[in-house]
């Protein structure tokens, strides 16, 4: 009987121990709001931020109607290597498109995309690229538009890990887009991409409405001839959200100026400038691509000058150091990359 | 005694029968969102929309986040006669700036506008404005000419009122602008006007944030040389948002079509035509100015074609028949047209 009782006795204890250390081990997870991130400076400098401008007692507290952060897509938000998203549905479209255009397979940079010539590709200028988006982005309407890029995007693999562009998001800033609006902040994407090509799928990839997605542009112009008014896409640039094109949109789309930037390449530092310039808690960050075995590594993380335009170059990195912006390192800084991963 | 009981019993009666009828009278004006209406086809339209478009069993209901209305801002939700507000601030400007410009006295448009020839000006073309804009809104940051719009309207004053532009706020119409936003729409106002200058008083005048105030706008560039970036704005077009470019500018910053839309120019037609291509539930209203004696009485109202630019022409009030838009009198629909009125 009293053996029996210690047993029970035992038991209960045990239980009980059980229970707080699961309790608190589940507690802690939930309390963990970037899962994906090993702790390390990148991490600290996000949990910092948000506690130094939404706590009320904080001397550096920002209203909720200020919080604002803007994040690069592209290398950023999801894979940009071997080329950009919106790059690759160019480039089937050309293919698409090509047997109404029998003139290009003598007329660059058609000939090349058509060649399949990854060399000549590399080297194309922004010209080229123009000419490819003037041919495949434009002459439709914007309905047209989003429904083409819906239908490739649902169909379309990108390249090394054969899996669809949306599954190529980055887990880890996933959780700071939605940590960031758990507290309050509102998450823009601020992308040298093509806002409608962005906007079509924002929401349900990221969590980001239409109306928080600035980018680059071509001219439309209303047609209402028939009755039933369209937008159509005129084989013209609008406007470049690059660059210092990146400070420019958020002054024109935002009228406020954010509080934190996430980029990853040259074309961001006038963003992360814009940013830092103001006063109170700023944050600014960089995605180093450095992981060559789960993603890819590019730029200075393999002391090699890259041909992909706009990337992490020395120079951001020189500009990043002294003006104390946070570096991610994907290899160091993230747990996992992708959702799929393990 | 038994008088006094009979008194004390009347005056009981008469007591709850007032509690009764003040109860009631406040309950009812509790209940009536937009008390500076008068009852009518226009207050109706609103109120029908609204329910449409919010109640859960409607067959028309909208999502939240799709809930968009867009207001033009000069003579939809405040006066605009006999010119708007921006241009009494550029026509300001002119005259401050002159002794630095003495070649301004031989030279149109300048000459009219420091002789203070009203008939010159009312014949100025858009080339003339906007060489009136090139020298008074560009050449400083985007700061300073924040600064220099709110310094003039601290102390400026509409002509016939000799109020601040910003007490002639049309009361009726910031009701609505608060009846949608309470029922989950977000209210942005789409203006011929500056985007920058109606940025700098849209919070605090409409409960309008920047962000939700689309405009016409010049170049901007970033300059960071100093070490301290700023934007110039320089003497450029970059984008005129009245006309078609109001459907374009809603597709460019907010990239979702609008339930609800209101204007009073020509210039708001297509902005108009965009809402109601859009299926379900949608409201066009124009605000017709036929009040002499509150505001003021120009257009079809007194069937004069006014040199006013972009007035609410014959050929609008026929589109708008067409349509059914609704048409708000001012005289009519209007219990009383600015706070300050009795």
């Not at 940079?109 to 922004?126: I, N, R």
């Not at 490739?152 to 960031?180: G, H, N, S």
């Not at 103001?278 to 060559?292: I, K, N, Q, Y």
Request: some cysteine; proline content about 6%; charged content about 25%.
């Amino acid at each position: 009987m009293k053996s029996s009782r210690n047993c029970l006795l035992w038991n209960l204890r045990v239980s009980l121990v059980l229970l707080v250390v699961l309790f608190g081990a589940t507690n802690a997870r939930a309390q963990d709001p970037l899962p994906s991130w090993n702790d390390g400076p990148a991490k600290q400098a996000i949990l910092a931020f948000v506690k130094d401008t939404t706590e009320k007692s904080s001397p550096k507290y920002v209203e909720p109607a200020d919080r604002i952060a803007t994040f690069d897509q592209d290398g950023t938000l999801w894979t940009e290597h071997p080329l950009y998203a919106q790059g690759m549905f160019a480039l089937t479209r050309v293919a698409e498109m090509a047997p109404k255009h029998p003139e290009w397979k003598q007329k660059e940079p058609f000939k090349s995309v058509l060649a399949g010539d990854h060399a000549a590709m590399g080297k194309f200028t922004e010209g080229d690229w123009m000419q490819i988006v003037a041919a495949t982005h434009a002459g439709m309407s914007t309905e047209v538009f989003q429904g083409l890029v819906s239908d490739w995007l649902a169909k379309a693999k990108a390249p090394r890990f054969d899996r669809p562009f949306t599954d190529l998001i980055f887990q880890p800033m996933l959780e700071v887009m939605q940590y960031l609006r758990a507290n309050g902040f509102r998450t823009y994407i601020v992308t040298g991409g093509g806002q409608e090509f962005v906007r079509t799928y924002s929401e349900k990839v990221y969590g980001v409405p239409p109306e928080q997605v600035v980018g680059s542009s071509i001219v439309t112009t209303y047609d209402n001839k028939s009755g039933k008014p369209v937008l159509m896409r005129e084989p013209k640039v609008f406007f470049i959200d690059d660059g210092p094109g990146k400070a420019i949109g958020i002054n024109l789309f935002i009228g406020k100026r954010p509080y934190a930037a996430f980029g990853n390449t040259a074309g961001d530092a006038q963003m992360l400038e814009w940013t830092q310039a103001g006063d109170g808690a700023r944050l600014e960050m960089l995605v180093l691509h450095d992981d060559a075995k789960r993603e890819y590594a590019y730029g200075p993380a393999v002391n090699l000058p890259d041909t992909h335009v706009g990337t992490f170059s020395e120079a951001l990195l020189t500009e990043a150091t002294k003006n104390a912006w946070v570096v991610i390192s994907m290899k160091n800084d993230w747990k996992r990359i992708f959702k799929f991963d393990q």
